[in-house]
């Protein structure tokens, strides 16, 4: 049985922000944070690449109720992400059936890598990607991150991780439920920041959980995708999860989902 994520007033951040935060300090108004009427000191916002997040010292704002992200999310599956999933499904098919020949050709290893992520509110699901990996080096615990030059990427991997193609067998995963087309990327639940698990660098790091994890998501789009081998890698990523959740909205959807293709697919040459 999963635990679902609760805001606890009495958790702390178990390492100190080591930047400055970008905007001014803000009051507490009546009604302006629905889940967090009892935080009264503290209080301010940042900006995160565009998007305003609420934050009391520094820790995430609870803004919206599990009732509206809730609302959100049937919206998003059917404004976004049925529409988005069965057209992309379609017009990347011979795309998807050349890099599924290209890997099977490379070594004759299995083409789909599958790997156990947690979703929402913390249920564990099965993510699919094309195998970039020697069939050896796969690592179903997601605990041995990808690093720029990894000599355990094979070289077809490689181009279909720089494309992000090894991503696209994902669209099934939003298809059946288990992914949208943006959300925060789902974790594995050995997840490390700055080779600590995630959760005790940032105690409140299941804020994360309180929508369904994306294909692509607005840390992506904005620059933050690979390793979290430092603290203000993961730190940033978490940021930006943050403020879409806060924010979520089918518009900022798509907007995320044009980013991503603009800034990594077009101008990505990473791992």
Not at 10 to 23: N, T, V
Not at 168 to 181: A, T
Request: charged share 25%; hydrophobic share 40%.
């Amino acid at each position: 049985m999963y635990q679902k994520f609760e805001f606890s007033a009495d958790r702390q951040p178990a390492a100190p922000l080591d930047r400055e935060i970008d905007g001014v300090k803000g009051a507490s108004g009546a009604g302006a944070y629905p889940e967090n009427k009892s935080v009264n000191a503290g209080i301010h916002t940042k900006s995160i690449s565009g998007i305003r997040s609420w934050w009391s010292g520094e820790r995430p704002l609870k803004v919206k109720s599990e009732a509206e992200l809730r609302a959100f999310m049937r919206r998003q599956r059917v404004f976004v992400d049925l529409p988005v999933a069965v057209l992309a499904a379609f017009a990347l098919a011979p795309i998807m059936a050349l890099a599924a020949i290209l890997i099977k050709l490379q070594d004759g290893g299995p083409i789909i890598f599958r790997q156990e992520r947690m979703g929402l509110d913390g249920k564990p699901f099965e993510i699919l990607k094309f195998r970039s990996m020697g069939v050896e080096h796969g690592d179903p615990t997601g605990r041995l991150q990808t690093l720029r030059n990894d000599t355990r990427v094979t070289a077809v991997g490689r181009l279909l991780r720089a494309t992000s193609i090894d991503e696209l067998p994902q669209l099934w995963n939003v298809l059946r439920g288990d992914l949208s087309m943006v959300g925060p990327r789902p974790m594995v639940a050995a997840q490390e920041i700055s080779g600590r698990p995630a959760r005790e660098v940032i105690p409140d790091y299941d804020f994360r959980q309180q929508v369904r994890p994306g294909l692509t998501g607005w840390a992506q789009a904005n620059g933050y995708r690979g390793p979290t081998t430092t603290y203000n890698a993961g730190l940033g990523r978490f940021e930006h999860d943050v403020a879409y959740i806060q924010s979520a909205s089918c518009l900022l959807d798509y907007w995320t989902m044009l980013l991503t293709f603009v800034k990594q697919v077009i101008m990505y040459t990473g791992t």
